[in-house]
Structure formats: C-alpha cells, structure tokens
C-alpha cells in the first residue's frame, strides 16, 4: 500500500515561491537542499506525518540537460501542482501503476537517499494528477529532520476530468486524500497555528 508522501509546490524561482507560500501559510519555511541531477533546490516544511516541499530551477547550476521533474521548465507562477506516493517497493508499484511514471533513479541529499520514479518528459499519468512515486531507504525520511511547524494536512482535493479513472487507479487509502471530478487542480487545506489555510 502507498501512503501520501508530500505535496510540492512548483515555482519559476525559489524565492518567489517561498515567499508566496509563507505568506499564504502565515509561516516560515524550513532550509531544504539542491538536487544536482534535475538541477532544482528547495524549501521544507513539516506537516507531522508528510512535508510540504517548494521546488524550483538551481539557477547556480547548468540545466539538466532533460526535462526536470514536476514540469519545472514548463510552470509559470506558484502553484501546488504535484504530490508524491511513498511505497515499499517501487519496482512492484510502478507494475501496478499506469503507464508513464518513468524508471526508477537513485537519488541522495545529505543523510538522505531514495529512490524516485522519474518520467523521461517530467509529465506524470492524469496531467500530473496522478503522484510521482518514491521509496525512501536507510530508514531517514525529510519529516524527521524537520522542526515541528504545527501544521497538519487535513484535505488534498485533486481534481480530474476523469475522477473515477484516477481514483481506481491510486493504491492508497486516505480519508484526507479526496478525487472529485473537474477541471485538473490540486487544493490543500492545512491546518496551521493561524488556523486553516489553503494552498492551490
């Protein structure tokens, strides 16, 4: 079974979609790290049993030389446009998964490593609505470098025109995690200190 892993929120730059989202949120968002293979850095912030990630093109490093992750080459203005599936087994998920999801890369930050099925396009199935898929090894996971933000995910509303499709198609249950039919958006409802808040 797959759980929600975390949610990102793509950006043209990191400063503009820090300062969006903390303003949106009403807090600050935690230091996070570089990724050399796609060309991307980013910014956290913990939601207890998920994170919430702000990535966007590394402009102090050359590009990728392919399509990064999440359309970043593509996105204009801030928006939260993906998620992502932790699950045990990637080769086993991405067998059960729809077609798209790309072949599985090793990835590293720090103490951190994973493993992340990578799409050749950076399109992921259902027009992004469908998560990007990664499995975390050596036990250490961003949650637990994280300082408690007091924010707790309450709702992922992600909509589809083909909502039924999508939901059949996901391996996971999460009475937070909701596919309503429509135009494609993801909407989060956070819990913050500030009460809730919501992130699309």
């Known amino acids: 079974m797959w759980t929600l892993d975390h949610l990102a929120v793509t950006a043209p730059s990191l400063e503009e979609g820090v300062a969006a989202v903390e303003a949106a ?4 968002l935690a230091p996070g790290g570089r990724h050399p293979l796609m060309a991307t850095w980013n910014r956290l912030l913990g939601l207890g049993d998920s994170y919430l990630e702000v990535i966007a093109p590394d402009p ?3 590009g990728p030389g392919r399509p990064r992750w999440f359309r970043l080459d593509e996105r204009q203005g801030v ?4 998620w992502v599936a932790a699950c045990p087994d990637l080769e086993a998920a991405l067998g059960a998964a729809p077609a798209g999801l790309g072949l599985p890369v090793a990835l590293e930050r720090g103490a951190l490593r994973w493993r992340m099925a990578v799409p050749d396009d950076g399109r992921l199935p259902f027009d992004d609505a469908f998560p990007a898929l990664i499995q975390w090894q ?3 996971h961003p949650r637990d470098l994280l300082a408690g933000s007091g924010c707790r995910l309450q709702r992922l509303e992600i909509a589809h025109p083909q909502a039924e499709a999508l939901a059949a198609a996901l391996r996971l249950a ?3 995690l909701v596919v309503v039919p429509g ?3 993801l909407r989060a409802e956070i819990a913050t200190p500030h009460g809730v808040r919501v992130l699309e």
């Open 25 to 28: 949120l009403g807090l600050a």
């Open 138 to 140: 050596g036990g250490l």
């Open 183 to 185: 135009p494609v958006a």
């Open 79 to 82: 928006r939260l446009t993906n």
């Open 174 to 176: 999460d009475p937070r």
């Open 60 to 62: 102090s490093v050359p």
